[in-house]
């Protein structure tokens, strides 16, 4: 009989690496308990099937979690719900290799015997096709006709370890192969950027200016009014509720099963002495449905002359559950191993009951988190929608998304309390508050023009029409949304766009600022900024004149873009409309 080593919940990989090597047998059962550590990863049992091949070793786990099975299969192990099941089934191995053998039909075996019946056993093993892949077992993973998980031969299971190594050094070389092509799109992504360059030029003509105020202007939605001296106007908060409710299935199973009992009735025809059946010994029928006994039993001999058989009973009880166990009168006809079946007799004279297995569906907590997740999921959905188009926005105004914040998702219910409940689907609602900042962002113009107006010594005259008030890309604060603001009043010389790109185009940064300086300001931001020269190419050279509200020639662009952006800065977006 194989060895068979009982972990413990909290043992490491190591104390079950320990067992195998102290394994005098060369087949060895680990029996892994629910919530074992080791039966937390797949990797630890492919460390365990290694250890396993390097000490010669034939390993099978035994465990009652599914989820431990599975993993373990994965792995490439043999798998086995009960100890019961794996002994059977080494104890099958055994019936096959001293068939193989053409071992007659008698007692127990003696030590020679046995040995020899195992390496027949394993010859045909190495010989026959994997019984996981086409076999009662599932070796990718499936479930066998006799309800195991990747069950296998122990004969197999070496060359299934071997298999798990090379499936993992595959992954290994996959990953690798991964690595190295990220490193390939990363390099030529830098050598697209430094192929491309592009350069963005701003000109701001000459003028005889009122400013140009640079000025920060917070849009708050807790201010009533709008303060000039603090920069402070007016803004109005979005809010929604939203809710997401759906039905989801219950995936967890509550498995009711017992084995079937029942009583056999053992025959002696020995006249020399009794049979003495020890407890827990095995009988079983034809087709292979095993029973242990109860308790000790003893057969008394045969009388002779008058030749009569002894005769005892003794009560037995399936080795697996479920409705198997459930035989009829007269199919239990193996004797126990060791027996010799001419002189011993074993029947059941009336069907063995009992047995049965009822599966049910019960919520478990991956079946709430799920649903959790899925809720909040399509909260979040529901409220990236509405931040692009949010109901009741006011005309004239702009709704900003950075400033939007969705609360917390809360559920009706409490989903702990729907754990563990028996019931094959559960419905769960969740709900969540959504807020967004809108701006009339024409009080930020008219507070920035009146700022403008005021700055204007009594030494010069206002020129009217000539205000200009540039919007920089705002940012969000909190609740709350700043502009950047460029506030002048010019008198502009009007610059063609086209005839100074022609002039700075191929020319260095500080060549093109000198030849630009005689129209006005110029502002040069070159991409990446550790370029020097501007593009030759027109399509990567952006050139813009600033001329505010009052105009400029044909083809001159009157979007500026804000000063004070170092040089090598990626350019920005600029949004006449204000949008983040």
Avoid: C
Wanted: aromatic fraction near 4%; proline fraction near 7%; glycine fraction near 10%.
């Amino acid at each position: 009989m194989a060895n068979v080593f009982y972990l413990d919940v909290d043992d490491e990989i190591t104390s079950a690496a320990a067992r195998i090597r102290a394994s005098q047998d060369p087949r060895v059962g680990l029996v892994v308990p629910s919530g074992s550590r080791i039966a937390t990863s797949r990797i630890n049992f492919r460390l365990l099937a290694r250890e396993a091949l390097e000490r010669n070793r034939a390993l099978s786990i035994v465990s009652t979690d599914p989820a431990a099975r599975a993993l373990a299969a994965s792995a490439g192990l043999p798998v086995y719900a009960t100890v019961a099941e794996y002994e059977a089934d080494q104890g099958a191995q055994g019936d096959v290799a001293t068939k193989a053998a053409g071992a007659p039909k008698r007692g127990r075996p003696s030590t020679g015997e046995a040995e020899a019946g195992i390496g027949l056993a394993a010859t045909a093993a190495s010989s026959a096709t994997d019984i996981g892949i086409g076999g009662r077992g599932a070796g990718t993973g499936g479930a066998g006709s006799d309800g195991r998980i990747g069950a296998r031969s122990s004969a197999a299971s070496a060359p299934a370890v071997r298999a798990a190594s090379r499936t993992s050094r595959a992954s290994a070389r996959a990953a690798a192969t991964v690595v190295a092509l990220v490193v390939i799109a990363l390099v030529v992504g830098l050598i697209g950027v430094f192929l491309l360059p592009s350069a963005t030029i701003t000109v701001t003509p000459k003028l005889e200016a009122v400013g140009p105020l640079q000025i920060p202007i917070r849009a708050d939605p807790t201010a009533t009014s709008a303060d000039p001296v603090a920069g402070v106007v007016p803004a109005v908060q979005l809010s929604k509720d939203f809710a997401s409710s759906s039905t989801f299935n219950a995936t967890g199973q509550k498995v009711d099963a017992t084995a079937a009992t029942g009583t056999v009735r053992f025959t002696n025809n020995d006249t020399s002495s009794a049979a003495v059946i020890p407890a827990g010994s095995k009988v079983a029928t034809a087709t292979g449905v095993a029973f242990r006994t109860t308790q000790d039993v003893t057969v008394p001999s045969a009388t002779f002359p008058a030749f009569k058989p002894g005769v005892a009973s003794v009560g037995v009880t399936a080795t697996s559950v479920g409705p198997a166990g459930n035989v009829a009168a007269g199919k239990i006809r193996q004797v126990p191993s060791g027996f010799s079946s001419i002189l011993l007799k074993v029947t059941n004279q009336a069907a063995t009951s009992g047995g049965k297995s009822t599966t049910t569906l019960q919520i478990q907590k991956k079946d709430t988190d799920a649903a959790v997740a899925a809720l909040t999921k399509a909260l979040k959905q529901q409220f990236t929608t509405w931040l692009a188009a949010p109901d009741a926005l006011a005309p004239g105004s702009t709704a900003f998304p950075k400033t939007g914040v969705l609360s917390a998702p809360s559920a009706e219910t409490d989903p702990s309390t729907l754990i563990g409940v028996t019931q094959t689907t559960f419905q769960l609602t969740m709900t969540a508050t959504g807020t967004e900042t809108s701006v009339d962002e024409s009080t930020v113009t008219t507070l920035a023009i009146g700022r403008l107006r005021t700055s204007v010594p009594a030494q010069f005259s206002f020129v009217a029409g000539s205000e200009k008030v540039t919007l920089g890309t705002p940012h969000a604060d909190g609740a709350a949304v700043v502009f950047p603001v460029i506030a002048t009043a010019s008198q502009v010389r009007h610059l063609d766009p086209d005839t100074l790109r022609q002039q700075v185009k191929g020319k260095s940064v500080d060549e093109a600022r000198a030849i630009l300086a005689d129209d006005g300001t110029v502002d040069i931001q070159t991409w990446p900024g550790f370029v020097s020269t501007i593009p030759s190419l027109e399509w990567r050279l952006t050139l813009t004149i600033d001329t505010g509200d009052v105009g400029g020639p044909p083809g001159a662009s009157s979007a500026p873009v804000p000063t004070g952006v170092r040089q090598g800065s990626p350019p920005p977006s600029i949004s006449s409309s204000g949008t983040p």
